[in-house]
């Protein structure tokens, strides 16, 4: 059915949009993440593949994570849709997964991680203390080209509670390696000491 307008609500904030292809209308074919971000000014939801593939654009719709690249604006209606920008509540900061993701250092460009919180804020929503198989599940449709999930799993696992979890921990592949099989590292002859500069330069002067 044609609709004449469109209205949700996007971070407990509604919006109302004229739906037409006329200047400053809101056309039919356009998507959630371009409204997000053109419209909206809401640049944490990222654009990358366009085809609901990597999750970057992951968004909250109705409590349920949704690729806004592939959801039509016009579908929206009615709808209540988190953002990045609103999961950090104005009196107690941060979300705890956000600040988990601070803590565990669960990011590295930076990129792909909006879509990773809210994929992850949208399963502990429903389940407030998902196994470690759960939270990896709810993530299969997150991909990080910097190879992050490591990190991320080890902190979206102690939100959970899943200290014990395999990836609650850092482990290393050198770890399964007996240490007198390891391969030797050279001793570092020039340590960042401070100490040692003096006498360097020093050194260096005579010379």
């Not at 949009?17 to 990222?46: H, I, M, Y």
């Not at 009615?78 to 997964?97: H, M, Q």
């Not at 200290?163 to 592949?173: F, G, I, K, Q, V």
Request: proline share 5%; with cysteine; glycine share 6%.
């Amino acid at each position: 059915m044609k609709k004449d307008f469109v209205t949700l609500t996007v971070n407990k904030r509604e919006y109302t949009f004229s739906v037409g292809t006329a200047f400053g209308q809101l056309p039919p074919s356009e998507t959630l993440v371009d409204t997000l971000r053109n419209r909206l000014g809401l640049t944490g939801t990222k654009s990358s593949c366009n085809e609901g593939a990597c999750g970057c654009c992951t968004v909250i719709k109705d409590t349920y994570a949704v690729a806004s690249c592939m959801t039509l604006t016009v579908d929206c209606d009615g709808s209540d849709i988190i953002t990045i920008e609103g999961l950090e509540d104005p009196e107690k900061g941060l979300d705890p997964i956000q600040q988990a993701f601070i803590d565990e250092y669960s990011f590295q460009c930076g990129y792909c991680t909006p879509g990773i919180i809210m994929s992850a804020k949208a399963l502990f929503m429903h389940n407030p203390h998902p196994t470690a198989e759960e939270i990896q599940e709810a993530l299969s449709g997150n991909f990080c080209r910097c190879i992050s999930h490591y990190t991320v799993l080890r902190a979206l696992n102690k939100v959970a509670g899943n200290e014990d979890a395999e990836l609650s921990e850092m482990h290393r592949a050198a770890d399964d390696i007996p240490v007198e099989d390891r391969i030797p590292v050279r001793e570092n002859k020039h340590p960042n000491n401070p100490s040692t500069w003096q006498s360097c330069n020093e050194h260096s002067l005579a010379d």
